[in-house]
């Protein structure tokens, strides 16, 4: 990736550990971390000082299973792509709350790699049948921000 243009990246996950980690290979792969956020009002607060590209959103954060709304107002409001970082995918609405795609818990580089393919180019960079379950994209290509709200 590193013919394109870096992302500037939030990752929004309340265990330290894992958040250095993602952050370490996120650098490794030539993109921008522009913050580490561990609960729902740090993120919403570093995504509107920030106006990060994209976003890794843990579904249950410091303060309780925030994730999900933290996605939808960050992707509504702030207009940024959001993926979902998650061992429990059953916590995501049916709507994916303005995420593009889901990636299992544990991650592993080449789900990493695979979310950030598909955010940059609109589509996965391997054929299908090579794919592994660790990032799960929404849709074949990015939705409209703004469908209709039931």
Do not use: C
Not at 40 to 52: D, F, I, N, T, V
Not at 69 to 88: G, H, I, K, P, Y
């Amino acid at each position: 990736m590193s013919s394109e243009k870096p992302l500037r990246i939030l990752v929004v996950e309340d265990e330290i550990l894992i958040a250095l980690e993602l952050e370490s290979l996120l650098q490794d792969l030539g993109h921008d971390v522009v913050a580490i956020a561990a609960s729902s009002g740090e993120a919403l607060a570093r995504g509107r000082e920030l106006k990060p590209d994209l976003a890794f959103v843990d579904i249950h954060l410091a303060d309780g299973p925030t994730g999900v709304d933290v996605a939808r107002r960050l992707a509504a409001e702030l207009q940024v792509t959001v993926l979902f970082m998650t061992a429990n995918t059953k916590r995501i609405p049916e709507d994916f709350a303005g995420a593009w795609g889901v990636i299992a818990k544990p991650y592993t580089e080449r789900g990493v790699r695979e979310a950030l393919g598909y955010v940059t180019a609109g589509q996965l960079r391997e054929p299908d049948d090579a794919r592994t379950v660790t990032f799960v994209p929404f849709g074949a290509a990015p939705r409209e921000r703004n469908s209709q709200v039931s």
